[in-house]
């Protein structure tokens, strides 16, 4: 979880939080879907960020597959927790 966390508000960039809100992360970006209310599962969450969606960019690539499933993993938890 805090690699993933890690991952998500640092190492990531862009960072996931400018366009994602996800309060256990304490971010409110409004460009891409509040993560509590999607609540994807894990695979959800690395399809898009290794591929990228409409206007969130790839990170295949930028993030190591390490980095991608602890960010995978942490979304999908911090996300169903709320
Ligand atoms: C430049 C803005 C931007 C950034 C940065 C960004 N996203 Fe997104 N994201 C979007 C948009 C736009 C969508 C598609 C529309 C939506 O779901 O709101 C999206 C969709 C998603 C989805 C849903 C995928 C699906 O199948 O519907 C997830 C999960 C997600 N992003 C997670 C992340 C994570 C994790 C990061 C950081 C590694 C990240 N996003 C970075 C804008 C962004």
Request: overall charge neutral; aromatic content about 4%.
């Amino acid at each position: 979880m805090e690699l993933g966390r890690t991952v998500f508000t640092r190492i990531a960039q862009p960072q996931c939080g400018l366009c994602h809100a996800l309060e256990d992360a304490g971010t409110t970006g409004t460009i891409g879907a509040k993560l509590e209310e999607l609540r994807p599962d894990a695979n959800r969450v690395a399809e898009a960020v290794r591929k990228g969606l409409g206007a969130m960019p790839a990170y295949a690539g930028k993030l190591t597959q390490e980095q991608i499933e602890a960010v995978a993993f942490y979304v999908s938890r911090a996300a169903a927790a709320n």
